[in-house]
T-cell receptor, first 115, second 114 residues
Framework: EAGVAQSPRYKIIEKRQSVAFWCNPI?????LYWYQQILGQGPKLLIQ????????DSQLPKDRFSAERLKGVDSTLKIQPAKLEDSAVYLC?????????????FGSGTQLSVL | KQEVTQIPAALSVPEGENLVLNCSFT??????LQWFRQDPGKGLTSLLL?????REQTSGRLNASLDKSSGRSTLYIAASQPGDSATYLC?????????????FGQGTELSVKP
């Protein structure tokens, strides 16, 4: 089975610029997650979707971050404008009932460097 | 507020040693606990998932235990190999199923020397 696909793998931008990340979850997975992982830390949940509805976005900095999941499949995460502290790896994950329900499958991530 | 801590932050061992990684959490009201492996530049791979009603799970050379009352979990790796070198993260799920979320520790970076 194909895994979670993310693009791009790497992105370098200057502060105040905009950037977008794309995620394609495993086929049939209803739940999609975006995590932010700063170097040396564990991943932090930014937003969780169930189909195309938001379940949890309590830790998403909504003044600069936005995310959408159209048609309950692919998702994009946008940062506008970026700050230096946004430098991190952005991980997308998906899960579905029947895989233990709670078992998450992660993509390889997008490494963002803000200069 | 649930906090997850992993000790040590880094560990270096010679090949063949048995080792234990530790994870502690502050709130025992968890749904389950997972151990993940992360290789450099890669995403996370789920290794073991322990439901809150379980005490341990085993997969090959890996054994994970869970003591909810004391807020602790350990990951035991038997006969370590250089290929085990990676960062190991534990995460607790708070809340139920799709409405819950994972809270991660900061990870233990393991290096197994040939």
């Amino acid at each position: 089975e194909a895994g979670v696909a993310q693009s791009p793998r790497y992105k370098i931008i200057e502060k105040r610029q905009s950037v977008a990340f794309w995620c394609n979850p495993i086929s049939g997975h209803a739940t999609l997650y975006w995590y932010q992982q700063i170097l040396g830390q564990g991943p932090k949940l930014l937003i969780q979707f169930q189909n195309n509805g938001v379940v949890d976005d309590s830790q998403l900095p909504k003044d600069r971050f936005s995310a959408e999941r159209l048609k309950g499949v692919d998702s994009t995460l946008k940062i506008q404008p970026a700050k230096l502290e946004d430098s991190a790896v952005y991980l997308c994950a998906s899960s579905a009932p029947g895989t233990g329900g709670e078992k998450l499958f992660f993509g390889s991530g997008t490494q963002l460097s803000v200069l | 507020k649930q906090e997850v801590t992993q000790i040590p932050a880094a560990l270096s061992v010679p090949e063949g040693e048995n080792l234990v990684l530790n994870c502690s959490f502050t709130d025992s009201a968890i749904y389950n606990l997972q151990w993940f492996r992360q290789d450099p530049g890669k995403g996370l791979t789920s290794l073991l998932l322990i439901q809150s009603s379980q005490r341990e799970q085993t997969s090959g050379r890996l054994n994970a235990s869970l003591d909810k009352s004391s807020g602790r979990s350990t990951l035991y790796i038997a006969a370590s190999q250089p290929g085990d070198s990676a960062t190991y993260l534990c995460a607790v799920r708070v809340g139920y199923n799709q409405g819950g979320k994972l809270i991660f520790g900061q990870g233990t970076e393991l290096s197994v020397k040939p």
